[in-house]
């Protein structure tokens, strides 16, 4: 079948994303085999085509003019589990990209297998949760990446990176920074320890269970869910709380100094979490808008903020996407104005300017 059969025209992309506004794609592609994936950066080379490519749409803000080109929805699955190797204390999980993340997270608490338990209930697919990644509750995916199987839009061959090559920090990697948008991520394969021990450094966790007597991964996964249901943090069909893109804005990372002034300015007491770098610490973007006069619930037309979580902005209905940057705009000056810091957004904006 040539190529341009498989095709789609203007498929509209809301539908398509969590927060569900923009426009459509010129093109569009479900890729199911990496042949396609291959074939499809071909095509776009040779037509001088824009490309991009789609997973579950939880961390995009896409321009109401649409896409004016084609848009690959990686949907490559399949879950292959590696024997362990004697002597080795892990299990290796190869996950095809268009898995569901939830859904892997799930497969590997059910074996006993430690790791992701506190990812639990993000939504999206496998392959994009290194781009950006994700965190929460105490883990984040990098620890437990092995191998990413990516094809690379700059020479067009596959490859394997391993996870140091990947550079990964807090909701970085080189696939959202040095390198947005060359590589297509395929596989992911991931390094879990079986009859481990759940992670609970996270305060919200700790509480929910009695010391001395440890939980189960599942249970943790479960509580997870859970915590981030009560938040409007986890996808429920009809809850109008979660038609967001997740957390809006990134935690800032500013200096011990920098957080004293805020938390003066403020008049309030300021959590404070390490960064990872030496004398800086990672500061609560939901306490810099808080704090800045955006409460829960807050609207502005068919835009507004979560009634659970001041961190999401949602499509309260027929929003469109400059609705939603232009209540972002407003609440990063008023953070700004007042604590002279910048929040930076966390989705990726597909058509659009970062604000
Ligand atoms: C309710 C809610 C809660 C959330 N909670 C969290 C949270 O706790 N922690 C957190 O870190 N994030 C969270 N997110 C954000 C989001 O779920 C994650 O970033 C998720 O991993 C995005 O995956 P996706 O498949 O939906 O990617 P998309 O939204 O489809 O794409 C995001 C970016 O990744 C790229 N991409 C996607 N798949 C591939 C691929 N196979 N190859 C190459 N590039 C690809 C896209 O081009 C785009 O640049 C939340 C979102 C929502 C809506």
Known sequence: MPFEDLLEENKPLA?????GVGGSARWFLEATREEQVAMAAAWA???DIRLLFLGGGSNLVVSDAGFDGL???????????APVVPGSRHMTFRVGAGEDWDGFVQMAVD?????????????????????QNV????QEVSSTIAHIRAFDLATHTWEELASYDCRFSYRRSRFNTAHRGRYVIARVDFRL????????????????FAPGSPPTLAEVAATVRRIRQAKGMLLVEGDPDC??????FKNPVVTEESADQIAEIGGDKLPRYPAGEPGKVKIPAAWLIDRA??????????AGISTRHPLALINRGGATARDILSLAGEIKSAVRSRFTVSLEMEPVLVGLERI
């Open 111 to 131: 074996r006993d297998c430690a790791g992701v338990e506190c990812l639990a209930g993000i939504p999206g697919t496998v392959g994009g949760t290194p781009v």
């Open 293 to 302: 006069g955006f409460k829960k619930g807050y609207t502005r037309g068919a």
């Open 135 to 138: 965190g929460a509750y105490g």
């Open 243 to 248: 038609r967001s893109a997740g957390s809006f």
């Open 45 to 47: 080379r040779e037509k």
């Open 71 to 81: 848009v690959v929805h990686v949907a490559l699955r399949g879950i292959d589990v």
């Open 193 to 208: 320890t079986p009859g481990g021990a759940p992670t609970l450094s996270y305060g919200d966790l700790q509480r929910e």
């Open 15 to 19: 539908p398509l994303t969590t927060l």
